[in-house]
C-alpha cells in the first residue's frame, strides 16, 4: 500500500527535537483518553460475555448436551432449545438456498455486463440503501406478501406464519449484504485476469467463470458466511412473520416442518429473558451462549477461508 | 473446479448433511419421561391453543405431559391475552381460547355470527393478588371503595394516593391515604385480568352509580404504566417505594421479598390472598379460569377430543397446582367433566 | 495458419448460452429493484388506508394506546428520539475514540490486537444486548447511578443500543480516517506538530464528511433497533410521554407489540393498520438518513 503512517519512534523523535525538552501531557492524556475507549469496549464485552457464562455454566454442568437436545417446556429443568437450533438451521439453509445464488448473480451483473449508465448507478444507489433499511421493515414485508400469499397454502392454524414465509424474509433482508461484499470481491480482480481471458477468445460468461469467480471466490465467501451470520441473530423479523413465542410441540419431518408453525433460537432467547421465572434466567443465557458459539463458529470459518484462500496474483 | 468453488462445495454439503442427519432422528424427542405416562391412546393431528397469558401455563404444562404419549401431535401454545385470545378464536383460527374471566357478550355474539359454537370449561381458580411496595407501611388493606378511588375510571390524573382520598370517601371506601405519588402498574386491555379487576372489584358498577358514562364505566383510569408482561409489572412495583399494582395469584407468587401482598377486603374484613382464601372464594377477587373449545373442530380432530380429555383427567389437571394456581374444588371439577362429556 | 474473421466469432450455441447466461444475472440484479418495491408497495397500501381512516385526534393525544384507538405518535416518535439520542451520546466517543486510536495511534501489531475487539462487538446479536441491557445495563448502571429509576427503562435501552452501534460508527469512521492520504499527515508532523495536532487539526477535518457518515449512519441503526427496546424498554403496549427515566415505548418497539397480538382487537379496528403506518414512517426515517449519509461518504471517497 502507499500510504505510511510514520512511527511513533521516529515522530516522537522529530517532535522532541523540535520542541526541546518540555513534556506533552496534553498529547498523552489525549491518547490515553483514546486508548481507554478501546479499553471500555473491551470491558464491556467482557462484562457481557462473562455475566452470560457465569449465569449459563451452571445448566451446562448440570444437564450437559441435554440441553441442547430438549424441547421447549414449561418446566425449567427440562427446557432446551433443540427446536431453536433445529428452526435457525433450517431458514439458513432457505437464506443460502435464495439469497445466495440471486444476490451472487446480481454482483456479477453490476460488476461484470453493466455499463455504467444512470440505471446501474441508480441500482446501486437502491441496493446500498436496502442494506441499511431495519430488519423489522423487512419483517413488515414478510408479513404483508409472504404471510398473506402463503396463508390458503398453509392451512387455518397456521395462516402463512411458516419456516418458509420467515426463511423468504430473512432472504430478502440479507439480499443486499451479500450483493455488496460479492461486488467488492468481484471489483479486486484485476483487470488484467479478464484481459487475459479475452485476449484467447472466450466470452464474458467464460471468463468469469474461469477467471474471475474462482479469483474473487474466498472474498465471496467470506462476506456470505459473514451474512449468515448476521442472519442468524435477527430476532425482529421473526416476530413479525409470526415465529411462536409460546409452547411449541411438534413431530413434523423436516420438509413438513416448513408450513408449520416454527420457532428460532434468538425467538427462544427472546421469550425466556421476559418470563419472571428465575430459573429462566440461567436458561437463557445457556441459550445465548448456544447462540455466540455457532456465530463464533460461523466467523471462524469465514476468517479460515479468508485467510486459505487469498492468494497474490 | 478450483479451490474456491469446492471448499464452498464441502461447506455446504457438510451443512446439509449434518441437518438432515440432525433433522431426521428429532422424531418424538421429547427427553423425559419417554413414552408411558398416562394417555391412552396415540393420536396425530394438530391443535392451537390461544389466549389468556393467565392460563397459558397450564395450557403449556398440559400440553407437554400430553405429547409424552401422543408424540404425534402438533400443539402451540401462546398467551397475548384473553381478549386477542377470542378474537383468534371467533375468527376460527384456533381450536381453544384459553380465558381468565368468561367470554363477553359481544364476543359470543361475534362468534355466534361467525359460526362458531363452543363449550365453556371451567379448569382453575385463580385470584388477582393487589400489590404495592414492602416498605409501603400506610397500606395494607384495601377495599373495593378504595379499589374504585385509586384505578377506577373517575381516577384520571390523581398523582398521590392521597389524591384518591376525596372519592374514597365517597364511595365507601376507607380512605386515610398517605401524601405519597401513586405509581400505577398494571396488565393493560388486552388482559383477562384486566377485565377481571373491574368485575370482581366492582368497579362498573361502582362507575355506574356515580355517573359516569357507559363507554367509561367498563374502563379503569387510562394514565397508568400498562404491560402485557407480567415481569414488567412487577418490576414496576419493585421499583417504586408507593406503588401499585395488580397481576394474577401464580405470579405474584414467584414474585417473592420485592413486592407486598394487600389484603382486600369485599365487605367481609380484610382477607388476604392464599391458596385456602381463595379456593372458598372467601377472598374478593377470585375468580375462575376457562377453556373455550370449538366444537366443530372437536368433532373433525380426534387429537383436540383427546387432548381435552386428557386435561380433565387427574393427570392433567394437576398441571393447575403445577403451575401454582388453585385447584376447582372436587365437585366444580366433576360439573366440568360431565359437561365436557355430554358433546 | 491465420484465422479468419469468421473463425473468431465462435459457435452459435456459445453465443445464445452467453445470452442466457447475461439475461439470468441481469434478472438477480433487477430482483433488487422489485425488491425495493415491493416494500414501499406493501408498506404504502395498508399505511395509507390506516391514515385515510384514523381520525386526525387519534394521532396527537395523550399516549399511544393502539387498543384504545389512541395513536399518539409524539409519544413513540419521542421514544426513538431519546433512545437514539442516549445511544449517540454512548457511541460517538466509543465509536470516534476508538476509530481515531485504531487509524493514526496503533501500531500493526496493536491494530491486530485490538481491531478484533470492535469486530466481536459487532458480531453481537440485538437479542443478547437486550439481555444485556437487562441483566446487567439496568440494575448495575442505570440503577445505582439514578437511585429511583425502575428496571425498564428507555435509559437502559438507550446505553445498550449506543454500545450496538459503537463498532458501526468506529469501522466508518476509521476507513474515513484511513483514507487521508499520509502526505498529508507528514506535512503537518514535518511543521512540528504533535501527534495530537495533527490527528485533529488535520485527520479529522480531512475526513470530516466520512466522520459524519459513520454518525449518520449510526443514528440510522439506532432508529431502526427493535430487540433491545422490546427487552429493556418496558415494551409496553401503551406508553405515555418518553422520560429518560421511565419505561417507554420507540416506533420499532410499538410495532413488536402490536405484532405479538391478534389481527383485530376488540373496539379499535385498525390497531393492526397501524403497524404499516409507523412501519412507513421509520422507513421513510432511514431511507432519508441513509441517502444523507451516501451524500458524505460520496464527498470523502471522491475526494482521495
Known amino acids: 500500500m502507499a500510504t505510511v503512517v510514520p512511527t511513533s519512534s521516529a515522530t516522537a523523535a522529530v517532535e522532541r527535537a523540535l520542541r526541546g525538552r518540555r513534556g506533552d501531557w496534553k498529547g498523552v492524556a489525549f491518547q490515553a483518553a483514546l486508548l481507554a475507549t478501546l479499553v471500555t469496549a473491551l470491558l464491556i464485552l467482557t462484562v457481557l460475555i462473562g455475566d452470560v457464562i457465569r449465569t449459563g455454566l451452571p445448566v451446562f454442568r448440570e444437564r450437559g448436551v441435554d440441553f441442547i437436545r430438549s424441547d421447549l417446556s414449561s418446566f425449567a429443568v427440562r427446557a432446551g432449545v433443540w427446536q431453536g437450533i433445529l428452526g435457525s438451521a433450517t431458514l439458513m439453509i432457505f437464506v443460502v438456498a435464495i439469497a445466495f445464488p440471486v444476490g451472487i448473480g446480481a454482483a456479477v451483473y453490476i460488476e461484470e455486463y453493466a455499463r455504467d449508465t444512470r440505471l446501474t448507478r441508480l441500482i446501486n444507489a437502491n441496493i446500498r440503501n436496502l442494506a441499511g433499511v431495519p430488519s423489522i421493515v423487512y419483517g413488515l414485508l414478510g408479513l404483508a406478501i409472504f404471510v398473506k400469499a402463503l396463508g390458503a397454502v398453509t392451512g387455518p392454524d397456521v395462516e402463512g406464519r411458516s419456516l418458509i414465509s420467515a426463511g423468504l424474509t430473512l432472504a430478502i433482508m440479507v439480499l443486499p449484504i451479500v450483493i455488496i461484499t460479492s461486488a467488492e470481491a468481484l471489483r479486486a480482480v484485476p483487470q488484467s485476469i479478464r484481459e487475459a481471458g479475452y485476449g484467447v477468445g472466450a466470452t464474458r460468461w467464460e471468463v468469469i467463470r474461469s477467471h474471475v469467480l474462482p479469483y474473487a471466490a474466498p472474498g465471496i465467501l467470506t462476506g456470505t458466511v459473514l451474512s449468515l451470520a448476521r442472519a442468524m441473530g435477527e430476532t425482529a423479523p421473526l416476530i413479525l412473520v409470526g415465529a411462536t413465542t409460546g409452547f411449541l410441540g411438534s413431530n413434523a419431518g423436516f420438509f413438513e416442518s416448513f408450513s408449520e408453525r416454527f420457532t428460532a433460537l434468538p425467538i427462544i432467547i427472546f421469550r425466556w429473558a421476559s418470563l419472571p421465572d428465575e430459573r429462566f434466567r440461567a436458561l437463557t443465557a445457556a441459550a445465548i451462549m448456544v447462540l455466540l458459539a455457532v456465530l463464533l463458529l460461523m466467523n471462524s470459518v469465514a476468517i479460515v477461508l479468508r485467510n486459505r484462500y487469498d492468494r497474490k496474483w | 473446479m478450483t479451490k474456491g468453488t469446492r471448499a464452498g462445495g464441502i461447506l455446504a454439503g457438510t451443512l446439509a448433511v449434518a441437518l438432515l442427519a440432525g433433522a431426521c432422528s428429532d422424531d418424538g424427542s421429547t427427553t423425559s419421561g419417554g413414552s408411558g405416562g398416562g394417555g391412552t391412546g396415540v393420536a396425530s393431528g394438530e391443535i392451537v391453543v390461544s389466549g389468556s397469558s393467565t392460563v397459558e401455563p397450564i395450557s403449556a404444562f398440559v400440553a407437554e405431559l400430553f405429547r409424552e404419549s401422543n408424540p404425534d401431535v402438533t400443539i402451540t401454545v401462546e398467551g397475548p391475552g384473553t381478549g386477542d385470545g377470542f378474537e383468534l378464536f371467533c375468527g376460527g383460527e384456533t381450536d381453544i381460547s384459553d380465558a381468565s374471566r368468561p367470554i363477553e357478550e359481544e364476543e359470543a355474539k361475534a362468534c355466534k355470527d361467525a359460526g362458531i359454537e363452543y363449550v365453556e370449561l371451567e379448569i382453575a381458580l385463580d385470584g388477582i393478588t393487589v400489590m404495592t411496595s414492602p416498605v409501603n407501611d400506610a397500606a395494607t388493606c384495601l377495599n373495593l371503595g378504595d379499589l374504585y378511588a385509586l384505578l377506577g375510571p373517575e381516577s384520571e390524573g390523581f398523582g398521590t394516593w392521597s389524591d384518591a382520598d376525596a372519592l374514597a370517601q365517597e364511595v365507601g371506601g376507607t380512605g386515610g391515604f398517605p401524601d405519597a405519588p401513586l405509581d400505577v402498574t398494571g396488565p393493560g386491555e388486552e388482559s383477562g385480568t384486566y377485565d377481571a379487576i373491574i368485575d370482581l372489584a366492582g368497579i362498573e358498577d361502582t362507575a355506574l352509580d356515580q355517573g359516569v358514562s357507559e363507554d367509561a364505566a367498563g374502563a379503569l383510569r387510562p394514565d397508568y404504566q400498562s404491560s402485557p408482561n407480567d415481569n414488567v409489572i412487577i418490576q414496576g412495583i419493585e421499583g417504586s417505594d408507593s406503588s401499585l399494582g395488580w397481576v394474577g395469584f401464580a405470579y405474584a407468587q414467584n414474585a417473592g421479598e420485592g413486592v407486598k401482598e394487600l389484603e382486600i377486603d369485599g365487605g367481609d374484613g380484610c382477607v388476604a390472598p392464599t391458596f385456602d382464601t381463595i379456593a372458598d372464594a372467601s377472598y374478593p377477587l377470585s375468580r375462575s379460569l376457562y377453556i373455550y373449545v370449538n366444537t366443530a373442530k372437536v368433532a373433525e380432530n380426534a387429537a383436540l377430543a383427546a387432548y381435552v380429555d386428557y386435561y380433565l383427567s387427574d393427570e392433567g389437571i394437576s398441571s393447575v397446582s403445577e403451575a401454582g394456581y388453585v385447584d376447582l374444588p372436587a365437585d366444580r371439577l366433576e360439573a366440568a367433566r360431565s359437561t365436557w362429556s355430554g358433546m | ?304
Open chain 3, 1 to 304: 495458419m491465420i484465422a479468419s474473421p469468421i473463425d473468431l466469432s465462435g459457435s452459435p450455441a456459445r453465443h445464445r448460452r452467453e445470452r442466457l447466461v447475461r439475461g439470468a444475472f441481469f434478472g438477480a440484479a433487477a430482483l433488487s429493484v422489485v425488491v425495493s418495491a415491493a416494500i414501499v408497495a406493501s408498506l404504502l397500501g395498508r399505511a395509507v388506508t390506516f391514515a385515510l381512516d384514523v381520525e386526525p385526534g387519534a394521532l396527537w393525544t395523550d399516549g399511544w394506546s393502539p387498543r384504545r384507538g389512541q395513536y399518539d405518535l409524539r409519544t413513540i416518535m419521542g421514544g426513538t428520539l431519546m433512545v437514539t439520542a442516549i445511544s449517540m451520546v454512548v457511541a460517538t466517543p466509543l465509536g470516534l475514540g476508538a476509530a481515531i486510536y485504531l487509524s493514526e495511534y496503533a501500531g500493526p501489531r496493536a491494530r491486530r490486537r485490538l481491531k478484533p475487539i470492535i469486530e466481536i462487538l459487532a458480531g453481537i446479536p440485538s437479542v443478547v444486548m437486550g439481555f444485556f441491557a437487562l441483566a446487567i445495563v439496568a440494575p448495575e448502571l442505570v440503577q445505582r447511578l439514578w437511585d429511583s429509576a425502575p428496571l425498564f427503562t428507555l435509559m437502559a435501552a438507550g446505553i445498550a443500543v449506543g454500545i450496538l452501534v459503537t463498532p458501526l460508527v468506529a469501522s466508518i469512521a476509521e476507513d474515513a480516517m484511513h483514507a487521508v492520504p499520509s502526505a498529508l499527515r507528514e506535512a503537518s508532523v514535518g511543521l512540528g506538530a504533535r501527534r495530537m495536532t495533527t490527528t485533529l487539526r488535520v485527520v479529522v477535518p480531512a475526513a470530516l464528511s466520512g466522520i459524519v457518515a459513520a454518525l449518520i449512519i449510526g443514528v440510522s441503526r439506532a432508529v431502526g433497533e427493535t430487540m433491545v427496546v422490546a427487552m429493556a424498554a418496558g415494551g409496553t403496549g401503551s406508553a405515555q410521554g418518553f422520560l429518560p427515566l421511565e419505561p417507554g415505548q420507540t416506533m420499532t418497539g410499538a410495532m413488536a407489540s402490536l405484532a405479538t397480538g391478534s389481527d383485530q382487537v376488540k373496539g379499535a379496528e385498525l390497531t393492526f393498520e397501524a403497524i404499516f403506518f409507523v412501519g412507513m414512517l421509520l422507513f421513510v426515517l432511514t431511507f432519508s438518513l441513509n441517502v444523507v449519509s451516501e451524500r458524505f461518504v460520496r464527498r470523502y471517497r471522491n475526494r482521495y
